[in-house]
């Protein structure tokens, strides 16, 4: 399917204006069923439509790898795909620990980044123990080539790209009108490709919202690299499940804001 | 609250590092519980909680008016907040309305943007009939507005900014760390300030994804404004509903998506 579409728009520059082509970004719903009950609907970018697929119920812990999966039906046209796996009993609760995580968040209401007693064990995560160190150059250079990829946002400025990487090079990469599926669909890829991700790093084009590290911290990925700035629930998560997260890359600069010994500079 | 907290981060220049204090943007989850069930929990900025909570209400036509508050009940230290409504029977299945919106876009998934039969029916939604007219210097001069106000935005790189206006000033405007909760609680300001909307605008700091197009269509807001781009879909929702949808105003330029009529050059 297409990733951009062209669209008749009226350009104005001070008081003028003129007829012209323009490319917009694709938005498209993908209606997730899982053992033959409707799980969810995406909006997202028509492409790696089976990554985000297995990237989602892999990150909502409904899979852990493809031998969980039965049966996989994509159909494009209708923007449904239907998915069966072994466990037929795991759907409704895991699909649910979401809501029961940023339930338990509540707790974190402070001002405090390093306060929220019980926060790790309620976020049911185990903090992430990885020996990487990645170059502080890497980094610079993994920047530019993320950006260097997407194509889409340098023509329509309306997707996200999120990368993932070992310390030398980019194994896999995606983009999306949404972050989270950007990512989902570079952990399904890792999971088609049997990419090891315990001692892998996610580099992201966006914001690091909060989501963002829930879903690393549940597949145990060590090193999150933000061109843009964190939030604060973001950098207290992280800190409590030992991720390194690096914000603000640019240029040749960054923000190291926990764990900055998988860090060298 | 604070909308922003100091965090220690470790600046690095090139191969250079060095401690500082960084200001992040505070992330906060709010649980909202309707007629004693929990409704939803949203992670957003810790500022105008009662509009948030009231525009959301609103947005998601679980209200219509103040009168249908019966009791309200914000606690700001254990991120929840307890409505009690009129019109107990609301809840559930107008909630579950977004979930079938989304749903009835399944038959967009087509690269013709103008594409879709029974679009408009399905998404559930009038056109919006407005004779507002905009003179296009007022826009580049809100926008310039809409982002001198955002001091949070400049300090930590980390909100989204929502404007309401007439056609000559703006009359409420918040930010957010989600760009549809900035929205709800410009909404839910609007709500209690009894600010009729059939005739506003709405301006965005970021990117209109399509549920900003389905908020304002199901209030009957006839002008979106944003310093970004637009998906496809938001594009062809904002033409079946019969909303102006003008992106990428930038300096002295922008382009008109949608019913440029209400446009004054």
């Known amino acids: 399917m297409n990733k951009t579409i062209a669209c008749k728009v009226i350009k104005v520059v001070e008081d003028k204006s003129y007829d012209c082509d323009e490319l917009l970004v694709c938005e498209y719903s993908l209606t997730i069923f899982l053992n033959k009950k409707r799980l969810a609907t995406l909006l997202c970018s028509p492409e790696k439509l089976r990554e985000l697929t297995l990237g989602f119920l892999r990150t909502e812990r409904l899979i852990t790898s493809l031998d969980d999966v039965l049966n996989f039906n994509l159909d494009e046209e ?75 946002f340098k023509t329509t400025g309306g997707v996200h790209c999120v990368a993932l990487c070992d310390s030398q090079k980019i194994k896999v990469i995606a983009e999306d009108v949404a972050r989270h599926n950007a990512l989902d669909k570079v952990i399904g890829e890792a999971l088609t490709k049997e990419i090891y991700l315990k001692d892998k790093i996610i580099i992201l084009s966006g914001r690091v919202s909060l989501e963002m590290i829930l879903k690393a911290a549940k597949l145990q990925i060590p090193v999150i690299i933000s061109k843009s700035a964190p939030t604060s629930l973001s950098v207290a998560l992280a800190k409590k499940v030992n991720i390194t997260l690096v914000g603000f890359v640019r240029g040749n600069k960054m923000n190291i804001y926990s764990n900055a010994e998988r860090i060298k500079l």
């Open 78 to 152: 209708k923007g449904t795909v239907e998915v069966e796996t072994v466990n037929k009993d795991a759907s409704r609760e895991s699909f649910f620990s979401k809501k029961v995580d940023l339930e338990s968040i509540k707790g974190t209401n402070t001002t405090n980044v390093s306060g929220a007693q019980n926060f790790l064990n309620e976020v049911n995560c185990e903090p992430v123990k990885s020996d990487i160190c990645l170059d502080v150059n890497k980094i610079y250079a993994f920047m530019a080539e993320d950006l260097d990829y997407s194509v889409v």
